[in-house]
């Protein structure tokens, strides 16, 4: 067993008694109202899913495992001479909920590195699809073609205790986890390079094994765990989070449920944000004669935009009432290594322009920008030009949120999901609608 695994199990024993003690002795306390817009509003902030491995907080962002996102750059374990964390140490954090030692994230590391390799057919599978397919279709057919790997599978038709599901739960996650930047990167190379060449190096981390198999240059390796870091998890109630935990709920393996936290994500409304605002920042740039506008030019623009009943991507949040931490974290990195380029420049004036025009206008509840202001841009400086690639560098970093969410869902025996739908009769009747 090794050192993650033995600690996540011992963690698992101490937090099965919590969960028993909530159904047995406080199952039938009421714990939150709804009211008749959530139902119709896509049941947004209704408190009715339970998860510890992260919590957005309005005013901090999102914390893992209780950790503030700045806490959680500051006390994880880099490389040596790197400015961003090790990957591996992050999913050690959302499994345990402590901060790995040096030790045992090189543990992790290694256990990620004899995992990696994938079976043949999965590059048969990407090879199949036309060139002109969409990368995040081919990532969810590849992650579903390994189905047939699924320990867990194996074991529960053999027969298992209910209390052991999250053993070969564990053991299918690691293993899909560490084949996806392989996965991603085969991806990236069929779409756009077409060299055939993507090995992974056993040598390197999560992070900068990515980069190389990508072919980019330092920082880029720094920008990759910088990336999977941050949206890494986001609680359990976005579409991809809680697609993954929904499938999972009825015991179907990790490979179809992180699929469907694909799909998910594929969709405009959620995972393709950060190309849009990267398309809008270039479209301002060529409206403004491919020069940087002063301040005032700006504000023009922002205005004219906002009383054209057009937003201002990138900015505003339905639970954050601050500017992103996830921004922040990209701001500074961008500061210190590219503060010069073009796209940043505008960036950083929307930054100064944007928040308080959203303010005096009065409609936005967070005039601040949010991750998808700027995370973009910044792969576009480091030569990842393609927008439609975007959503699977999203989609690796997620699944390391919704993968330790099932694994923990399996420990403590959570059931099926299953809630109650009621007609529009019925609702209109519930608050006093009179036919």
């Known amino acids: 067993m090794t050192t993650l695994k033995e600690a996540l199990f011992k963690k698992i024993e101490q937090h099965r008694p919590r969960t028993t003690r909530l159904m047995k002795e406080y199952g039938d306390k009421v714990v939150a109202d709804v009211t008749a817009q959530q139902i119709l509003g896509g049941m947004r902030g209704i ?34 001479g790197k400015e961003m964390p090790y990957v591996e140490g992050m999913y050690y954090l959302l499994l345990t909920g402590d901060i790995p030692t040096e030790s045992q994230v090189a543990d992790v590391i290694y256990d990620f590195s004899n995992r990696r390799l994938l079976p043949r057919y999965v590059f048969e599978v990407i090879d199949a699809f036309p060139n002109h397919s969409h990368p995040m279709a081919i990532m969810s057919a590849a992650v579903m073609s390994m189905e047939r790997e699924s320990l867990f599978n194996t074991r529960y038709q053999g027969g298992m205790s209910k209390m052991d599901y999250w053993d070969p739960t564990f ?9 996806l930047p392989l996965i991603g990167a085969y991806i990236y190379d069929k779409l756009y390079l077409n060299k055939k060449d993507v090995y992974p190096d056993p040598t390197l981390d999560f992070g900068g094994n990515f980069a190389y198999m990508l072919q980019k240059d330092e920082p880029y390796d720094d920008v990759a765990r910088m990336y999977f870091i941050v949206h890494a998890d986001h609680e359990s ?66 205005w004219d935009t906002l009383n054209s009943g057009q937003v201002i991507p990138g900015y505003g949040h339905a639970v954050l009432r601050k500017t992103d931490p996830r921004y922040m974290v990209q701001r500074e990195f961008a500061l210190k290594h590219m503060a010069d380029d073009e796209l940043f420049q505008y960036v950083s004036m929307l ?21 998808d202001a700027q995370s973009g841009v910044i792969q576009w400086h480091y030569g990842l030009t393609q927008y439609d690639f975007y959503t699977v560098l999203f989609a690796i970093g997620r699944a390391f949120g919704v993968l330790s969410n099932i694994i923990w869902d399996r420990a403590l025996g959570y059931p099926i999901e299953r809630p109650k739908s009621i007609t529009t009769d019925m609702l209109e009747e519930m608050v006093g609608i009179k036919k």
């Open 351 to 371: 930054y100064e322009v944007v928040p308080p025009i959203l303010k005096e206008q009065g409609k936005a509840k967070n005039p601040w920008p949010n991750v």
């Open 47 to 80: 408190k009715s899913l339970i998860t510890d491995i992260s919590y957005l907080d309005p005013y901090e962002g999102i914390r893992y495992r209780g950790y503030t996102l700045p806490e959680v750059f500051e006390k994880l374990p880099k490389p040596e």
């Open 171 to 179: 053991e299918d996650a690691t293993n899909l986890l560490a084949k």
């Open 237 to 302: 109630g976005n579409v991809s989070a809680h697609t993954g935990h929904l499938i999972a709920s009825s015991l179907s393996d990790v490979y179809y449920s992180v699929s469907g936290m694909i799909n998910g994500l594929a969709g405009p409304l959620h995972g393709l944000a950060n190309q849009e605002v990267l398309r809008w920042i270039q479209d301002v740039k060529q409206k403004m004669g491919d020069k940087l506008p002063s301040k005032e030019e700006m504000k023009k623009f922002v």
